[in-house]
């Protein structure tokens, strides 16, 4: 029975694990003329509005912002 329970809470960790990965959602998005890739819920200006006055030729990073190792980052 000891056993049984051990293997129980063990995959109940492991899927609480996934859960959380599958969660991570990121976000690109441009604030003050720079674009910036960060988690769904600890954006830091995120519909803000935008005061920063960008050059004429200002394009936002097209890169894709995906979840790496838990983290938001930019993939090439």
Not at 40 to 47: D, I, K, Q
């Amino acid at each position: 029975m000891l056993l049984w329970t051990l293997l129980l809470a063990c995959q109940t960790d492991a899927d609480t694990a996934l859960e959380q990965e599958a969660e991570l959602v990121c976000l690109s998005y441009v604030f003050c003329c720079e674009t910036l890739c960060e988690a769904e819920g600890e954006t830091t200006h995120y519909g803000e509005p935008d005061p920063c006055d960008c050059a004429e030729d200002f394009a936002s990073d097209s890169r894709a912002c995906e979840p790496v190792d838990g983290e938001c980052q930019f993939i090439d």
